[in-house]
């Protein structure tokens, strides 16, 4: 199969595959990561039998589980166009998680002149404005710039891609990147990028998540769509030294990084959840019907990470 690239112009190239969500492989999977950790001595023996009672159970795929279907590959533009209308909503948690560790990293910094890079919908502009910061955002979705000039009018906004800013050297003194790298497939050219804005003494910070696709250098983000089908936007899983080498390669010097762990993922007394007749599986309702497989498998792996550099001079 061939790999999704995403080209400059944020279309999806048209080689990009479907990819085929199957509730039963998606559940397998993680049985089977929850046996490795037991193979290496973190559950014991009775753990390790019920795991393979369920696989069992499960190649006889029960029909609630949902049926495999495909999700289409869609371009980071179209996918947060799209996702606008509900982004800033309830239900999104990981987005309060988020910004909390981000203010904690940018408290301490005097306020000045802010780029906030992949700026969506303007979640933390919105924080750094309130510090009393200036603040220039940048996004490739229009629908996503739109909320964030609605929000803060005053402040700039500008359509382009943060790998090539139509900036100055050293115009900022704090370059903030959000949940927004994971779509590149390398992050150094925009870290790079990143470091010629920054003014010396100023501060890069940096989130991002690992994937929920535990193992694997990808991460799509597979959505439903408005007509019922599933969509993926292009994701990659990046090690922290994917983000460290080519900052300090640009004279960035590493002040702070946190990378938490994740919990529990689902509540082991929850009822399990079917999948809606002709619906896309969604893995979060798919977690229910095996909690101790799916607590296990992901319990203290690193779910994120948080990074600030400072300039030199």
Same mark, same amino acid.
């Given at each position: 199969?061939?790999?999704?690239?995403?080209?400059?112009?944020?279309?999806?190239?048209?080689?990009?595959?479907?990819?085929?969500?199957?509730?039963?492989?998606?559940?397998?999977?993680?049985?089977?990561?929850?046996?490795?950790?037991?193979?290496?001595?973190?559950?014991?023996?009775?753990?390790?039998?019920?795991?393979?009672?369920? !696989?069992? @159970?499960?190649? #006889?795929?029960? +029909?609630?589980? =949902?049926?495999?279907?495909?999700?289409?590959?869609? %371009?980071?533009?179209?996918?947060?166009?799209?996702?606008?209308?509900?982004?800033?909503?309830?239900?999104?948690?990981?987005?309060?998680?988020?910004?909390?560790?981000?203010?904690?990293?940018?408290?301490?910094?005097?306020?000045?002149?802010?780029?906030?890079?992949?700026?969506?919908?303007?979640?933390?502009?919105?924080?750094?404005?309130?510090?009393?910061?200036?603040?220039?955002?940048?996004?490739?979705?229009?629908?996503?710039?739109?909320?964030?000039?609605?929000?803060?009018?005053?402040?700039?906004?500008?359509?382009?891609?943060?790998?090539?800013?139509?900036?100055?050297?050293?115009?900022?003194?704090?370059?903030?990147?959000?949940?927004?790298?994971?779509?590149?497939?390398?992050?150094?050219?925009? !870290?790079? @990028?990143?470091? #010629?804005?920054? +003014?010396?003494? =100023?501060?890069?910070?940096?989130?991002?998540?690992? %994937?929920?696709?535990?193992?694997?250098?990808?991460?799509?983000?597979?959505?439903?769509?408005?007509?019922?089908?599933?969509?993926?936007?292009?994701?990659?899983?990046?090690?922290?030294?994917?983000?460290?080498?080519?900052?300090?390669?640009?004279?960035?010097?590493?002040?702070?990084?946190?990378?938490?762990?994740?919990?529990?993922?689902?509540?082991?007394?929850?009822?399990?959840?079917?999948?809606?007749?002709?619906?896309?599986?969604?893995?979060?309702?798919?977690?229910?019907?095996?909690?101790?497989?799916?607590?296990?498998?992901?319990?203290?792996?690193?779910?994120?990470?948080?990074?600030?550099?400072?300039?030199?001079?």
């Amino acid at each position: 199969m061939t790999t999704p690239r995403q080209r400059p112009s944020g279309e999806t190239d048209p080689a990009a595959p479907d990819l085929l969500q199957d509730p039963v492989a998606y559940l397998v999977g993680l049985q089977g990561v929850a046996l490795l950790r037991a193979c290496a001595g973190e559950h014991g023996p009775e753990f390790m039998a019920q795991r393979l009672v369920e !696989i069992a @159970e499960l190649l #006889r795929r029960p +029909a609630a589980l =949902g049926e495999a279907l495909p999700a289409q590959p869609l %371009s980071v533009v179209d996918g947060y166009d799209e996702w606008s209308s509900s982004y800033d909503g309830p239900g999104n948690a990981l987005l309060d998680w988020e910004i909390g560790y981000v203010k904690d990293l940018v408290s301490d910094l005097p306020p000045g002149r802010a780029l906030d890079a992949g700026c969506g919908s303007g979640r933390h502009a919105q924080w750094l404005a309130q510090q009393g910061f200036s603040v220039t955002g940048v996004d490739t979705s229009p629908k996503m710039l739109a909320l964030a000039r609605q929000k803060l009018p005053q402040q700039q906004w500008l359509i382009g891609d943060f790998e090539q800013l139509e900036a100055a050297d050293d115009s900022f003194d704090l370059v903030v990147c959000a949940l927004a790298l994971t779509h590149r497939p390398d992050p150094a050219p925009a !870290i790079t @990028e990143f470091a #010629r804005v920054l +003014a010396p003494g =100023g501060a890069l910070v940096v989130s991002d998540t690992y %994937s929920e696709y535990t193992g694997s250098t990808r991460y799509p983000l597979v959505r439903d769509a408005d007509d019922g089908s599933a969509r993926y936007l292009p994701g990659w899983n990046h090690s922290l030294s994917a983000y460290l080498q080519p900052a300090l390669a640009a004279g960035l010097e590493l002040t702070a990084v946190h990378e938490p762990r994740s919990g529990p993922r689902t509540d082991p007394n929850l009822e399990p959840i079917p999948t809606p007749p002709g619906a896309v599986p969604n893995r979060w309702l798919l977690h229910t019907w095996y909690p101790a497989a799916v607590n296990a498998a992901y319990q203290g792996q690193p779910s994120a990470k948080f990074l600030r550099w400072k300039k030199s001079g």
